[in-house]
Every structure is written in C-alpha cells, then in structure tokens.
C-alpha cells in the first residue's frame, strides 16, 4: 500500500468519504454486490466502496463516471464559493470579509472532493481492460466450464420424459402453479445474474469512449501516487501567501 495515497486519502477525508458514498450509489444503482461498507478503511481501498467486479463495459463505464460527475459538480460548487471572494477578490481580512472562515472551510471542502474523484486504481484497471484487452486464462477456463454446464442442462433437457396423464382434479391446481411459475420465471429474467466472465467493448465504443477512458486510467494512476492532494494544498498555499 502507498503511505502517500493513504496520508492524502486521510487529510482529504471529507471529499474521500463522498467518493465511498457516491460508488455505494452507483454500485446500487448497477446492481452490484458492496462488500465492505466502512469507505476509510486503512489500506488500499481507502476512500473507496469495496464491491463485486463489473463484467461489463457499460457498467464498469458508469461505475466510473457516475461517482466522478457527482464529485465535480459538489466540488466546483464548493470552491466557486470560496475562490471568488479568496482568490480573485482578494477578501482575505475580517473587515472586508465577514464570511471568511466558512470560506476557508468551504475551500478545503472543494478540494477535498475534487482530489477523490477518479475510481480506484483496480477498477481503472478493470476499466481500461474491458474495452482494450482480453480475458485472462482463468477467465476463459471459467468461459469453457460455463460453456459446458449450458451444453449439458440443454441435453438433459432435450432427452424425452415419460408422459404421465395429469388427475381431472389437480388441473385447477396445476394451472395455478403454472401461473406462479411463470411469475417466478418473470423475476428470474428481471434479476438475472451477470455472466461469470465478462464482456469486451466493440470497436465503436473503445474509439468513441478512449478519451474518457484515458482520462480516468491516468486520473486513477496520479490519484494513487497522491499528486493530485499534493499539488492542491500546493497551489493553495503559494495563491493566499503571495499576493
């Protein structure tokens, strides 16, 4: 784990507890399973939702974007708020400014939410492999095991079964099942699980997404090295010192 990535995740806490919050949402919202709830644990997943993998290129798109745009739009309010008046107007005094302190507060909350916008490096990484990669040899050892699973149920089902003459009596009955299983087959459709390998972009979708997907991987890779949290308190620093 990085100690640089964790600091940060610590010092950036609040907009790191929203970025948790903001993939539970977009985790419920695709279906996916979350494992882990506590969002600042002290590892690798800090600032993060622990959650099953997406197997999709739409999902783990979203699942991207989702928590990133909800983060941005929170974290240009938060610093429209405060840069302004701080850092454009110049109103770093009490007297010309009696807001000051909410300011400040509202500043490191800006940053702090705009620093914990990109997915975790894993998902990144899952991300870019869905649309530019392939399966790996367990994946499609599991590709070939689920294969053979579907051949078989289709001839178990496809062997002739002895006709039996249902009793005049249960025929209500029967009907009625009938009518339950349909409702049953209905809720299997409607929350049918993913398939246990996943499925790779098409062409039209890797080149009309590739920049967004670049943007995240490279947004991933510097949000675990901490550059970002580093280069805020940077600017900030030096933008209300030298005036």
Known sequence: MNTVYLLTKIITYPGAFLKGFWEHVACRILKL??????YLNANAACGHAVHSP????????????LPWLAQRILGWIFLGASVVPLLLFNMRDKDSNPMLILEY??????????????????????????FYGGPTPEEEQTMLEYSDSLLAAVD??????????????????????????DDDDEDDEEEAPELPYP????????IILAPCNAYFLAGAWLEKLGIPAILAAAITVAALVLR
């Open 33 to 38: 399973e979350v494992t882990d709830r506590h």
């Open 54 to 65: 997406a197997m999709t290129p739409k999902k783990v798109f979203l699942l991207s974007f």
């Open 156 to 181: 178990a089902e496809a062997e002739p079964e002895a006709e039996i003459e249902p009793e005049p009596e249960e025929e209500n009955v029967a009907e009625e099942d009938g009518e339950e299983d």
């Open 199 to 206: 499925v790779f972009a098409d062409r039209t979708a890797q």
């Open 105 to 130: 507060v509202a500043l490191y909350l800006g940053l702090s939410i705009i620093c914990n916008s990109f997915p975790q490096w894993e998902d990144a990484k899952r991300h870019w492999r869905l």
